[in-house]
């Protein structure tokens, strides 16, 4: 865990005495990706099928099952466990087809 952030601060109740807080931001900072359109936040640590789950659990659920894939916003796939950054823009993709069974009569 990192240590305190320390801010200066003016306190104006003192006369303009310039005065220090700590404040621990690693717990309130998130990342906004964007997921099929879709603003969500993220923690910095998260990765592509995080920010999925952020938007549906379903969604990630089915991606994670190999029933869809994911891709970057030119349309290149991308990894799972792709780490995200500021403004990332993903696109679930999840196909209709199922896979077809394999015929023992042919």
Known sequence: ????RVFPVRHCQAGGFWGFFAT???DTILL???V???PVRVPP???ALAAVRALDPALADTVAAGRGYLTDGRGIRVALDMPMAAGAILRAVVSARQPRETDDHA
């Open 1 to 4: 865990m990192r240590p305190p």
């Open 45 to 47: 640590a998260g990765d």
């Open 36 to 38: 099929n359109e879709r």
């Open 24 to 26: 621990s931001v690693t």
């Open 32 to 34: 906004t990706v964007f």
